[in-house]
């Protein structure tokens, strides 16, 4: 037994432990009266758990008397710890979750390990104490890691409250540790589509365009984004003007299996915004082959078609020398877009360049399809002239005075090929007399 006690607080210690240790004897035969004992007693042990007697006695040199309380209170505290355990998973097997963690509470004051824990942790989830049971299951997972059960309470308790991303992070690190656990694969794929859902919707309540596009890129960074996300993110870009963004997204949308007449359309425009008419012009012509009844397309069509040949103009217009024009010329005639007045300025760049049989050539589809314009006829007499056929060449131009009589210089034309024509042939009677 201990020497006679002179510390009014290691009386009140030593007395406590006689009476915990009645309680202990009495363990097996009258469980209930112990276990409440030791709840009226819990407070007053646990306030020691720091040995304060002992020091006490430390300090006057009773050192035996120190040692055999030290393993007096320990082999008390750890009966103590034990029978709060059992009348925990009790009231666990009975469905009192209350009073388990009660139990469990009390445990945790002075004698918790890590499993007894993570068991206070699932008990306060069971509770509604989610922000205490995260905290719990949080210090659990520093001392043991590589718990997958660990993770999945906290992927559960961060879902509960409603922080998807951290929840996908929790249930994606417990299938990491259990890769073969269908029910984590289950829980993951859940949290999962919460979380996307949670973002589509802040994408589509967003007060402002900014927190609707950071939203719907949210999705892309997460790799959440369906074929759906993916057309909507494109118009939000389109509405922001982020066109290379906006198409990527469009080519998203096609990929994941949304290829409809809209999503070209869409795509059309915003190829036609970025200037690449060509483009925007085979995606409008697609939009219009998938569903003929959208009447606007027509207009998509023509707008685009002139803007794509306005862009030919300038380009014939401002080439550096004639063989890029007429390259350009031909690339507009090649796309179908050229008018009858194309087709001319194309045969006069041919004509300046001494292309004078692809000249007429051109000239002739340009008097084809415009064939009362008198400059064409003009041309074309031109054209014959130099190439050593004045008779037709007088015959082209009559053409042109007769489309257009008041022109000065088709007349000069006309009387300049009539003196050739007469001295051509004059010529060819001289040689046949001689």
Known sequence: MLSEQTNITADMLDETAQVLSVAVTQLKRNPDWSVSMMHVLSDRLSRHREWFPVRDFLSTGKITDALELTQHMTALQAKYADALRSARDKLVQSGDKAAALREAQTLASFAEVTADAAIRAHLLAQNGKLADATRTI?????????????????????????????????????????????????????????????????????????????????????????????????????????LDFALDAVDRTLAGGIADAEVFRLKASL???????????????????????????????????????????????????????????????????????????????????????EGLATIDRAIAAAPNVSENHRLRASILERIGRPEDALVAVRIAIRLNPANEDMQRDRKRLTRRCFLQRLSRRLNVIA
């Open 138 to 242: 949080e210090k659990v997972i520093q001392a043991q890691p590589d718990h997958a059960e660990h993770h999945r309470l906290l992927a559960s308790l961060f879902e509960r409250q409603g922080k998807f991303p951290r929840a996908r992070d929790a249930a994606a690190a417990a299938l990491a540790l259990s890769p073969q656990s269908l029910d984590l694969l289950a829980d993951l794929f859940r949290i999962t589509t919460k979380l996307a859902a949670a973002i589509r919707k802040e994408r589509d309540n967003a007060s402002t365009p900014e927190t609707s596009r950071a939203a719907a890129t949210q999705l892309i960074e997460l790799r959440l984004e369906c074929a759906s996300d993916a057309l909507t993110l494109a118009y939000i870009e389109a509405v922001h003007g982020h």
């Open 271 to 357: 190829l036609e915004r970025q200037g690449r008419f060509s483009d925007a012009l085979e995606a409008v012509r697609i939009a219009a082959e998938m569903n003929p009844e959208i009447h606007e397309l027509g207009a998509d069509e023509m707008r685009i078609r002139a803007s794509l040949r306005n862009a030919f103009l300038h380009e014939r217009d401002a080439a550096p020398d004639q063989v890029k024009a007429i390259a350009s010329a031909q690339a507009m005639r090649d796309a179908g877009l050229e008018q009858p007045e194309d087709i001319a300025a194309l045969a006069h760049l041919e004509v300046a360049a001494g292309r004078m049989t």
